[in-house]
C-alpha cells in the first residue's frame, strides 16, 4: 500500500497523536492515584476515556488507509481541535482540500 499524500498523512498522525496521548494520560492518572483513597476511578471513567481514544485512533486508521467513513469521523473528531483555532484552522482547511477528499473517495 502506498503512503497517502503529506497534508493526509498530517491529519492521520494528529488524530493518532491525540488517541495516544489519551491512552498514556489514562495510564498516568492509573499508576498516580491507584493507592489513593480519596480518588477513585470507576470501569465506567475507563470505559470513556478509552473509547475517546479508540475513536482518535480508528479516524486515524481510516483516514490513513482512505476508508469510508474517515472523512465524517476525521471531522467530529476534528472540532476538539477548533478550540485552538491557530492548530486546528490549519487541519480543518486540509480536510476541506480536493487533495484529501480525493484520497478519502470510495475505490
Known sequence: MRRPPPCVALVARTHGAVGLSILIAIGLAHALTRN??????????YAITGGLAGVYLLASALIWFGAPGGRLLSRICGLLYLSRPRFGSPLWEIMDSAEFQKHCQRR
Open 36 to 45: 489513593l483513597p480519596m480518588v477513585a476511578w470507576g470501569g465506567r471513567t
